[in-house]
């Protein structure tokens, strides 16, 4: 599976933004599929999740309530729409399938494939 995302941009704090990632390759319903973010000096972290079996959705608690994770299997995508926008969310973004088990699914370990990365940047 090969991830390719994009939509990341420079926006005011209180703004939204809409990331997507494309996937290729077979299967796609049988993959978790997870957002993940980078914020400079720092380690990589869990945002949200979109589940394999019946799109069930999990999300950071730095999240919750502002972002919301979707897919649509007949396109092979997966979207994360942020909303309220906080200069905190400024990171690089990242996409990621797994097929790990539900508990797995907040750790980097879990996904077997990463999309290169997309910058989110929220200024004050």
């Known amino acids: 599976v090969q991830l390719q995302a994009f939509g990341g941009g420079l926006v005011q704090a209180g703004g939204s933004l809409r990331l997507s990632c494309a996937a290729s390759g077979r299967a796609f319903s049988s993959y978790n599929m997870a957002w993940f973010r980078q914020a400079p000096g720092k380690e990589r972290e869990f945002v949200a999740v979109?589940?394999?079996?019946?799109?069930?959705?999990y999300y950071a608690d730095s999240v919750k309530g502002r972002f919301t994770i979707s897919r649509d299997n007949t396109k092979n995508t997966v979207s994360l729409q942020m909303n309220s926008l906080k200069p905190e969310d400024t990171a690089v973004y990242y996409c990621a399938a797994g097929q790990a088990i539900w508990s797995s699914l907040t750790m980097a370990s879990g996904y077997t494939f990463w999309g290169q990365g997309s910058l989110v940047t929220v200024s004050s």
């Open positions: 979109n589940g394999r079996s019946g799109g069930r959705t």
